[in-house]
């Protein structure tokens, strides 16, 4: 998902589940205006994977994430046109204006190999090769090139990391440990 996962490199433990604690749903997209006259709203995607979106997929729309069916979905220029069962005309599904859909985490596509959820990565305990303690990962700004790790160290300052392989060494859910190579600032 475009604002919910890192790629990087090999990871020690397996794709599965969540790991405790983590997130319920993933957002995959934001409901925003309604299309013609038979039921149908736009949605802005927020996933790398909008070919998963089907008829029939179960989605949870707005803050209290209530469970709905998609009935019919049809690609527009850079966004999706999608229908819910049992809503059959512009006024019914008005009510999903500028409502975040998303999806139970469990139902997520599973990620390659190296790569990771935003969401398993925050909170990872951050070390340096030789096993000092760097901090935490706070939060994970995205930039076009590479996303950039927040480290917050135990004195209160920040350090900003480059998720690149030069700098990420190693990531390992199970023990949701991350080791890294600092860079040497001049």
Same mark, same amino acid.
């Given at each position: ?16 589940? $969540? ?9 995959? #997209? ?6 013609? +006259? ?5 949605? /802005?995607?927020?996933t ?8 029939g ?9 209530q $469970?709905?069916?998609?009935?019919s979905i049809? $690609?527009?220029?850079?966004k999706?046109?999608i229908?819910?069962k #049992? ?6 599904? !008005? ?11 469990? %139902? ?14 925050? #909170?990872?305990?951050? +070390?340096? /090769? %030789?096993?000092?303690l760097? =901090?935490?990962? =706070?939060?994970?700004? +995205?930039? =076009?090139a ?10 209160? /300052? ?16 199970? !023990? ?11």
């Open positions: 998902m475009t604002t919910a996962e890192s790629s990087l490199l090999n990871s020690d433990q397996k794709q599965g589940s $969540p790991q405790s604690g983590g997130p319920v749903f993933l957002t995959i #997209g934001k409901f925003q205006r309604t299309h013609g +006259v038979k039921g149908e709203i736009v949605m /802005e995607v927020m790398d994977f909008p070919e998963k979106i089907l008829a997929n179960i989605v949870f729309i707005g803050s209290k994430q $469970p709905y069916e998609i009935a049809r $690609p527009a220029a850079d999706m046109l229908s819910i #049992g809503f059959n005309d512009c006024d019914q599904v !008005s009510i999903f204006r500028n409502q975040i859909v998303s999806i139970k985490t469990e %139902d997520a596509n599973q990620l390659p190999e190296g790569e990771f959820y935003h969401h398993e990565i925050i #909170g990872m305990t951050v +070390v340096e /090769e %030789d096993g000092n760097v =901090g935490t990962i =706070g939060e994970i700004l +995205v930039t =076009g590479n996303d950039v790790y927040i480290i917050s160290k135990e004195n209160g /300052e920040e350090l900003l990391l480059p998720a690149i392989r030069d700098a990420v060494r190693s990531i390992d859910r199970g !023990s949701r440990k991350m080791v890294v190579r600092l860079p040497e600032w001049e």
